[in-house]
T-cell receptor, first 117, second 116 residues
Framework: AQSVTQLDSHVSVSEGTPVLLRCNYS??????LFWYVQHPNKGLQLLLK??????LVKGINGFEAEFKKSETSFHLTKPSAHMSDAAEYFC???????????????FGTGTRLKVLA | NAGVTQTPKFQVLKTGQSMTLQCAQD?????MYWYRQDPGMGLRLIYY???????DKGEVPNGYNVSRLNKREFSLRLESAAPSQTSVYFC???????????????FGEGSRLTVL
């Protein structure tokens, strides 16, 4: 089975400085990878996804991530943090297809981003 | 377009009570999922359904049952609730992509369950 590791449970940055949230995965095949964001007491919103097209993926709100197969990483970045970016971020990897033909999605344990004024 | 709708949004149960969480999607997706979210543990898969009439266990199925009533609806039942089932529950669905690549999960807003 696939697995995903988010290397930091908490990250603090100052407003206007870059954001880096790290994600490593293990996979025996070519997975799809996703980043989701969850604001306090809200549902999960897709930030961006990698599905075997361009390795540099651009998402919403200025976020982007680069798929690096040699490093098995999919780190999330943003050039300049905004107060509204404070939230929890989840890296997600897809399992290979099941016998029933669908996919399971494995979540990392999350990184809570704090943005300081 | 409602997307994925979960009910109820909040529920308090006593130990041993039963309840059903309802989920419906209007996007004509084939696959549906139930996750639970606990602090520091991310989202863990309880059950999933590839299509109407099929269900499979995920990572943490014990204490739960599911029903895929039709293509739109996928319910999660707690037969005898325990305090360890206090959690936030999310329903999700996906659409497949061409060539077998996976699409993204679409989530409901969550159901917060407390078991006393």
């Amino acid at each position: 089975a696939q697995s995903v590791t988010q290397l930091d449970s908490h990250v603090s940055v100052s407003e206007g400085t870059p954001v880096l949230l790290r994600c490593n995965y293990s996979s025996s095949y070519s997975p799809s990878l996703f980043w989701y964001v969850q604001h306090p007491n809200k549902g999960l919103q897709l930030l961006l996804k990698y599905t075997s097209a361009a390795t540099l993926v651009k998402g919403i709100n200025g976020f982007e991530a680069e798929f690096k197969k040699s490093e098995t990483s999919f780190h999330l970045t943003k050039p300049s943090a905004h107060m509204s970016d404070a939230a929890e971020y989840f890296c997600v990897v897809s399992d290979p297809p099941t016998t029933s033909g669908t996919y399971k999605y494995i979540f990392g344990t999350g990184t809570r981003l704090k943005v300081l004024a | 377009n409602a997307g994925v709708t979960q009910t109820p949004k909040f529920q308090v149960l006593k130990t041993g009570q039963s309840m059903t969480l309802q989920c419906a999607q209007d996007m004509n997706h084939n696959s549906m999922y139930w996750y639970r979210q606990d602090p520091g543990m991310g989202l863990r898969l309880i059950y999933y359904s590839a299509s109407e009439g099929t269900t499979d266990k995920g990572e943490v199925p014990n204490g739960y049952n599911v029903s895929r009533l039709n293509k739109r609806e996928f319910s999660l039942r707690l037969e005898s609730a325990a305090p360890s089932q206090t959690s936030v529950y999310f329903c999700a669905s996906i659409i497949g992509l061409a060539g077998g690549r996976t699409g993204e999960l679409f989530f409901g807003e969550g159901s917060r369950l407390t078991v006393l």
